[in-house]
């Protein structure tokens, strides 16, 4: 899913401000921890959406 379609679902749930963009990588679990300022465990690098009533 591109973040484009993200950003539009998340814009349609009044969540759009939620998205997190970082100028360095966070193409990993510690690369991300260290762009917001956490310990690796507290990163999750995948999220799953199950919505009734919106198609792909």
Known sequence: MSIDKVRAFFRSQGMESH?????ES???VELAAHAVG???????K????FTF???E
């Open 19 to 23: 998205i997190l963009e970082f100028a």
């Open 26 to 28: 966070s193409a990993t």
């Open 38 to 44: 956490c310990e690796p465990a507290r990163i999750a």
């Open 46 to 49: 995948t999220l799953s959406f």
């Open 53 to 55: 009533g919106h198609p």
